[in-house]
C-alpha cells in the first residue's frame, strides 16, 4: 500500500480542511495517509513514504516563514513524487510557485497542484469591516480536493501528469507590501516593535495560545513578550479579548496599503466578502447577526 505524509500548516483550520479532503481522496484509492498539522511539533522524517504533500495559507503574497523553513530544512527527496495546496482569502501571489520551484529544487517531482479560497482573517481586513472569502472553502472546492487527491492516486500509478502553469506575478504595490514584511525585517526589526498596553493586558495567555510559533512568553507581570520568530500572522493581537496588544501591521506605515487591498479585493467580482464588526478579540458577521 502507497503511504503519504501531508504535512500543512494551518491557523483558521481551512487548510486543515482541505488537506482532510485530499486525504479522504487519497485514502479512497487505497493510500494510507499521515496527516502532520507543523503546529503540533516537527513533521515526522520522510523515510518510508512514497509521496508528499505541502499544504499552506498565502501570508502576505507568500508563504508563512514556517513553511519556507521546513521546506529548506527537507533532505535531497531523489525524484519522490510531491504535490502543493495552499489556500487563498483574495489574491495569492507567488506562493504557489516559491513553493513548487522549492520542492523541484530539492529534488522532488511534481504530480500535483492546487488551490482553493480560504476565509481570510487578516486583522487589517477585519478591522476596515471586512471578512474576505467568509464561506470558503466551500463544499464544491472540498469536492474538488478530494477529486484532487484521487487523482493523484491515480498519476502515482502511472498516469502522465500535465504541469501547471506558474501562476503569474503579483502586482507591483502587493510586491512592495511582501518586501516591506520580509523575515529579515520581522527578525530584526518588527519583533521588538510589538506593544501591549498594560493598563488594558489582564494577564490571560490568549496570546500566547494563539501564537503558531510558540514565540511569546510571559514577563513577570505576565503580560507577554515576542520573541524573533515571529510569522505576522497577527493572531495575537487579533484574539486579545482587551485590544491590548498593537503590532507593527497597525501602524499608519500600513494602512494606505491594507486600504489599497481592500478596494482592490472588493472590487474583483470573483472574490465574496461579508461585512463584520471585529472587537474585542471577536469577529461578528453582520449578515448572521441580522438573520438572527
Ligand atoms: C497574516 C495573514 C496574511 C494573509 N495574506 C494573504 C495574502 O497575501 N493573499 C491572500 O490571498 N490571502 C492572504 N491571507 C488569507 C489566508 O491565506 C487565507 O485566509 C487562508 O484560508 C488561511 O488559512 P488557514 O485557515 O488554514 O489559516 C492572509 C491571512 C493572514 C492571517
Not at 96 to 105: M, Y
Not at 106 to 135: C, I, T, W
Not at 157 to 171: A, L, N, V
Not at 227 to 237: F, Q
Request: charge should be positive; aromatic fraction near 12%; glycine fraction near 8%.
Amino acid at each position: 500500500m502507497a503511504k503519504s505524509l501531508i504535512v500543512y500548516f494551518t491557523q483558521g483550520g481551512t487548510t486543515g480542511q482541505v488537506a482532510e479532503a485530499i486525504a479522504t481522496g487519497l485514502r479512497s484509492k487505497e493510500h494510507q495517509v499521515d496527516l502532520h498539522n507543523m503546529s503540533y511539533g516537527e513533521p515526522p522524517n520522510l523515510d518510508g513514504y512514497s509521496l508528499l504533500g505541502i499544504g499552506l495559507p498565502v501570508y502576505i503574497f507568500r508563504p508563512p516563514f514556517k513553511v519556507i523553513e521546513y521546506l529548506q530544512s527537507l533532505p535531497e527527496l531523489k525524484g519522490l513524487p510531491v504535490f502543493v495546496f495552499l489556500l487563498h482569502g483574495t489574491h495569492p501571489g507567488e506562493t504557489g510557485n516559491i513553493v513548487r520551484d522549492a520542492l523541484t529544487h530539492k529534488g522532488g517531482h511534481e504530480v500535483g497542484y492546487f488551490k482553493a479560497m480560504g476565509a481570510d482573517y487578516f486583522l487589517g481586513y477585519l478591522q476596515r469591516g471586512y471578512l474576505f472569502s467568509p464561506n470558503n472553502p466551500t463544499a464544491s472546492e472540498l469536492d474538488s480536493a478530494q477529486a484532487f487527491g484521487r487523482n493523484i492516486a491515480d498519476l502515482m500509478m502511472g498516469i502522465k501528469y500535465i504541469k501547471q502553469d506558474h501562476d503569474s506575478p503579483p502586482s507591483f504595490v502587493y510586491r512592495l507590501e511582501r518586501f516591506l514584511t520580509n523575515k529579515w525585517l520581522v527578525k530584526c526589526f518588527y519583533s521588538w516593535l510589538f506593544f501591549v498596553k498594560s493598563k488594558k493586558c489582564t494577564s490571560c495567555g490568549i496570546c500566547m495560545k494563539v501564537c503558531p510559533a510558540r514565540n511569546i512568553t510571559e514577563n513577570k507581570k505576565g503580560h507577554p513578550v515576542w520573541g524573533r520568530n515571529c510569522l505576522l500572522c497577527l493572531y495575537c493581537e487579533m484574539k486579545c479579548p482587551t485590544e491590548a496588544i498593537l503590532s507593527p501591521v497597525s501602524w499608519p506605515l500600513f494602512s494606505p496599503f491594507i486600504a489599497y487591498n481592500v478596494w482592490k479585493a472588493r472590487n474583483n467580482s470573483s472574490i465574496v466578502h461579508a461585512r463584520v464588526i471585529h472587537e474585542r478579540g471577536r469577529t461578528k458577521r453582520l449578515d448572521q447577526a441580522q438573520k438572527k
